[in-house]
């Protein structure tokens, strides 16, 4: 299936970003349930491509396929057919141990429900990844310090998270994210919890802190507005990319707003 772009200058756009390096490429994917006798197209046919470097947003109404495309992308889910390659790997051609090292190594997850632990503090919040990989204790939590400042959360360090707001909870969430340097973040739905002011806030954080990181950030809501926070916006509907929209931003402030 071939893409539709909304804007006309799209096509030029992307010509002139061949010396970008693609990160995520998806070919002719299918994602196929079995209701009874009759079949149904979750994904029917998606094709695009995302670059380092690049905030993506995947947007469209409940029911679209947009979650379902990205648990393919985080091979939380195998595709009926067709093929994903992440940086330069085939995901649907490994086994289960090969993609949770991959996802291990690769990934970092950022979740509607922050997903902390309540009975850790914020640094070891967003030092638990880095225990899985053999660190040690003291340079973990060096590189979780290093992360929770990047996200402007100096004075919440040893908070409980109970004891944070819901806006200081997802930005341990993204640093929780971000310490495992990984080439892709995914967010599912990020900023569902939050109310407006705080989620204006934790998107500017997110796409200023891709574009310093030069990392990929792939997010899915259903909210137009959101999405236009992104580098790219693919629309889907009923399992397909109907098209690419490319939202051009003023370069982010040093130092963005932070809460106490």
Known sequence: MQLQNECPEENKTLKEDTDRIPIIRVKNLYKIYKVGKNKVYALNGVDF?????????IVGPSGSGKSTLLNMLAGLEKPSKGEIVIAGKHME??????????????????????NLLQTLNAIENVALPLSFRGIPRRVRNEKAKKYLKLVGLEKQMKHMANEMSGGQQQRVGIARALVVKPKIIFADEPTGNLDSK??????????????????TLVMVTHDN?????ADRQFHIVDGKILKIEEQHHEEEPENPGREN
């Open 225 to 229: 507005h959101l999405a236009t926070y």
């Open 93 to 114: 051609r490994m086994n289960e141990n090969q993609l949770v090292g991959f996802r291990r190594e690769n990934v970092g997850f950022i979740f509607q429900s922050y």
């Open 198 to 215: 705080t989620t204006m806030e934790v998107l500017a954080l997110m796409r200023r802190i891709v574009r310093e990181q030069n990392q």
């Open 49 to 57: 491509t995302m670059y380092k470097g690049e905030f993506c947003a």
